[in-house]
């Protein structure tokens, strides 16, 4: 599956995150044409409040 | 003929400037704390702040409605405000570097605010890895400005390791206590040749006020406004706060004296 059909299925709206996959930043425009692998170390994140 | 400070104040407008970008207002506000997004976002209107920095975390999917939660974004008008991401909760160097990426991405620029932190209790700086993530960052084209102590040498260290400011705490993250050290902020504006942000312990209206006068060019601050008992209120007092320091700051005050140099004639006085 894709980063974004990833995201689609965890209901999160990509243009709110961040993606890094096996520590690399992904580019959001590469979303729909990256595969998620068995064992990839993903990270989303998105902003909160804080200081 | 006015020279000097005094001749800033005659310029249409004293403004800001970081990196080569321009602020009107010296005050930047963070998100954290507040009690409703509504809150934030009429403290924020009433700071008159330009710049407002966010937090990076990991979106929660356990929480009901996945990660359709309403996210931080939804509140902030991003075409009113420059969005600045922190590293805020990382301990060590690669933790802020990796999360300053994704703030990148996330946000679409290229600032940061850096904070590497050293201790849990008092959320000192780790002045050494802030190093060295200034270093890394400021190779891969970011505008760093990085939360560290009062200590002048570590500032004119991030200066010359390419920070675009330089951001000294005036007490610990949420203290409330104010300027700990005005002689070291003084010293540090003095010394450094990027701006100034006074950034963490600010607690009321009068601190704000005295990082201004010290010099500072320009002060950041969140819990001294979502934690006051009246947000917006405070925000406003901030924000008048900030302006008159830095109005007396160029106005030049009077030199301190141990004792009285009298205001009237000595001259004619009746009975004398």
Known sequence: ?51 | MFTGRAAARLQPMDTLVIAGRTFSSRLIVGTGKYSSPPVMVQAHEASGADMITVAVRRVNITLPGGGGQASLLDYIDTSKYVLLPNTAGCYTAEDAIRTARLGREAGMSNWVKLEVIGDERTLFPDNAALLDATRVLVSEGFVVLPYTSDDPVVCRKLEDAGAAAVMPLGAPIGSGLGIQNANNIRIIREFAHVPVIVDAGVGTASDAALAMELGADGVLMNTAIAGAQDPVAMAEAMKLAVRAGRLAYLAGRIPRKMYATASSPVEGVVGR
């Open chain 1, 1 to 51: 599956m894709t980063v974004q059909t990833l995201l689609a299925r965890l209901e999160i709206d990509p243009r709110r995150v961040a993606v890094e996959q096996n520590l690399v930043v992904l580019k959001r425009a590469v979303f729909d044409r990256t595969e998620v692998s068995e064992g990839d170390q993903i990270e989303i994140v998105n902003f909160v409040g804080g200081g």
